[in-house]
């Protein structure tokens, strides 16, 4: 569970042994303080440069009998950023007290520098929502999106959300294109595409397709990447 920095002092591709330890590697153990409590689960899921030229990263950890997503922030030397959030990182749920994990994040390039934050947490039959948090550039919930900064996206009863194949954008003027995929829990080979056009505010851009919503279904259980190449 390492981030590393390619820009080397010395030779190009080598890592940077200014960032992080000595091999030029940031770990999430040591930016989570190697606390015992946590149980980190996976690699870094999303990484992002923001508008101060620091590095905001999302991850996954299993704490206190559930799933949890982490947003933190890293200097240019590898260690975590004291000004972002609690004291660099940021340890939440879409849904409290529900299961959860962190997936791709952006930041927007003009203006405030909003994160957003996708990702997907637990709903009351077990099954996983897709979901999405705004954050101001300083990692605090920013309130004017969604229900107090986040939103959940209900999954269809018959289908199933691949958690893995979703993907976020944030436009020049601040509307959001999510893309994810759905299979059929019925076990029949389909997998449905789906894009979503988001005002600011997270409410459907009804000028893209009438409803802020455009979706395509392929005879392919394994086509989980098709619709993440239509972002740009």
């Not at 960032?19 to 409590?37: E, H, I, K, T, V």
């Not at 200097?75 to 004291?82: K, L, M, R």
């Not at 909003?114 to 550039?137: M, P, R, S, V």
């Not at 194949?165 to 509307?175: E, F, I, L, N, Q």
């Amino acid at each position: 569970m390492t981030i590393s920095n390619a820009k080397s002092s010395g030779l190009p591709g080598k890592p940077d042994t200014d960032f992080g330890n000595d091999n030029g590697m940031a770990y999430l153990q040591d930016l989570l303080g190697r606390d015992p409590a946590f149980e980190v689960l996976a690699l870094f899921r999303g990484i992002y440069s923001d508008l101060q030229g620091k590095t905001v990263f999302s991850a996954e950890v299993f704490h206190e009998d559930r799933y949890k997503y982490v947003l933190g922030r890293i200097n240019a030397d590898g260690t975590g950023d004291p000004t972002f959030a609690d004291n660099g990182l940021r340890l939440g749920s879409f849904a409290h007290p529900a299961s959860c994990g962190g997936g791709k994040l952006t930041v927007q390039e003009n203006g405030v520098g909003h994160i957003y934050l996708q990702g997907w947490t637990e709903n009351l039959t077990g099954w996983a929502d897709l979901a999405i948090a705004c954050f101001d550039q300083y990692g605090q919930p920013q309130t004017s999106f969604g229900d107090n900064g986040n939103l959940i996206i209900e999954t269809p009863s018959d289908q199933e959300l691949m958690t893995d194949s979703c993907a976020v954008h944030v436009r020049s003027d601040g509307k959001l294109l999510i893309s994810f995929n759905y299979t059929q829990r019925n076990g029949s080979l389909i997998t449905t595409g789906v894009v979503l056009r988001l005002l600011p505010n997270g409410q459907p851009d009804t000028s893209f397709n009438g409803s802020g919503r455009w979706q395509f279904t392929l005879a392919d259980p394994l086509a989980s990447t098709v619709i993440n190449g239509c972002l740009s």
